[in-house]
């Protein structure tokens, strides 16, 4: 059987007796200043006909370009736009790959906002070229960035839209250098961005998080109150509890530990659960918690799951989630800053105030970098105090040594050595 392969894809047959697929736009094509190439396309045969179908469209954009005709297509942005330079962006590896699944949507509001800039000449900024955004243009934009059409001060989202600029130019001026301006092919580095307060997050203490679990028990939304409990205890991100991947096949399966995959770093840790003493005693670690757990329902694999149907499960969506805990904060009378992150943030901060080591600390919240855990742990007044404490014990430590050797030393070397006492 003989499968219809899509313009300019060509077959290979590997090593391992599989046919790979590859996209080769045609030399003559490249000659003429084409900046699609060669691109691998993999195995799957479906998989290669949607991006075919991409890379065939935008090498269909950039031949009516070249050939000076207007771009017709319904909803198909005009190559070399800004428009288009922000579609190319959200196909591109540095998006999809990159860009968690739970963030496009704000990504794509920002560049939507971009786009929909009108200017002082009547045209939207998504309808120009990309190269006829210059340092000065940009300059002016990053101004309406950062206040609006209202006029009001909104610094977090000028820096938003300006970073995400800045990626967007680089990443397509790599593929497309040609439709940029060759002197200032990015107009978006070395930009001023105004100073702005970074208001950080809230961290919720273990007895917010355990009254919030209760609460959330004793009204029926035992899913909340495991979520809250794993987010604190055992540091896992919110989004990746609420989409299911604390499952209970890694909960205490042969060994007392819970597994926790950290999928935005790849790192997994298996969180010991307790431990045997010599003398026989086990020592629970996180009893309190496991409560909590222990009310959960098994739906399936997963721990957090909602019944859709009969005997039909699903993972929740995370909107669906975050109005719950915004119902059940309300009514159990606790701040509007508890969130999920919150709690993760409050557990963070819980191992500094247990004055572990950054290496310890680490070992448990899977982070990579210092940088990255530093972020996390708020400066609790708990922990000035235990800093504090260190401080004092150093000064007086120090007063007690020098006092010591500034004592007068009342024998001589030919004394005998039973005369030889300090303050005698």
């Known amino acids: 059987m003989q499968l219809e392969l899509p313009r300019h894809v060509i077959p290979k047959k590997l090593a391992s007796g599989k046919t790979a697929f590859f996209y080769n736009t045609p030399s003559k094509y490249r000659a003429l200043g084409c900046p699609l190439g060669s691109e691998p396309l993999g195995t799957d045969y479906e998989e290669m006909k949607k991006r075919a179908e991409t890379l065939n469209g935008l090498f269909d954009e950039w031949d009516l370009q070249r050939k000076g005709m207007p771009v017709t297509s319904p909803g198909m ?39 929909d800039i009108v200017t002082k000449k009547g045209d939207r900024v998504g309808d120009r070229l990309a190269k006829t955004i210059t340092p000065r243009s940009a300059d002016k934009l990053i101004k309406y960035f950062n206040t609006g059409t209202k006029g009001q001060e909104r610094l977090r ?20 250098p040609n439709e940029f301006d060759g002197k200032v092919p990015n107009p978006w580095l070395d930009v001023t961005l105004e100073n702005r307060i970074i208001q950080k997050k809230h961290a919720a203490t273990r007895e917010q998080v355990h009254s919030f679990a209760w609460g959330c028990i004793d009204e029926g939304e035992v899913e909340a109150a495991a979520v809250a409990v794993i987010c604190f205890e055992w540091l896992q991100r919110p989004e990746n509890v609420v989409a299911g991947h604390i499952k209970w096949t890694t909960y205490r399966n042969n060994k007392p530990t819970i597994r926790v995959e950290h999928h935005k770093t790849g790192e997994i840790v298996d969180h010991p659960l307790e431990e045997e003493l010599p003398d026989g005693m086990i020592v629970k670690f996180y009893e309190d918690a496991e409560e909590v757990l222990s009310h959960l329902k098994r739906r399936g694999v997963p721990m957090i799951l909602r019944e859709a149907e009969d005997g039909i499960y699903k993972p929740f969506a995370y ?93 001589t070397q030919n004394d005998p050595l039973e005369q030889r006492k300090i303050g005698e």
């Open 77 to 115: 942005p005009k190559y070399g736009t800004v428009d288009w330079l922000f579609r190319e962006h959200k196909i591109a590896d540095a998006y999809t790959k990159k860009v968690a699944p739970r963030s496009r949507k704000n990504h794509e509001w920002a560049m939507d906002a971009v786009c």
């Open 157 to 176: 989202t000028g820096h938003k839209l300006t970073m995400l600029c800045r990626k967007a130019w680089k990443v397509v001026c790599r593929l497309y």
């Open 319 to 411: 909107s669906t989630m975050q109005h719950i805990v915004q119902r059940m904060r309300k009514k159990l009378g606790l701040s509007h800053l508890f969130t999920f992150d919150a709690c993760r943030h409050g557990g963070m901060t819980e191992l500094e105030e247990a004055e572990l080591t950054e290496g310890q600390g680490r070992a448990l919240s899977a982070h990579k970098t210092s940088q990255a855990y530093s972020g996390y742990a708020k400066r609790t007044e708990k922990r000035v105090l235990a800093a504090t404490r260190k401080r004092h014990a150093h000064v007086l430590a120090n007063e007690t040594a020098t006092s010591t050797q500034n004592e007068a030393v009342k024998f």
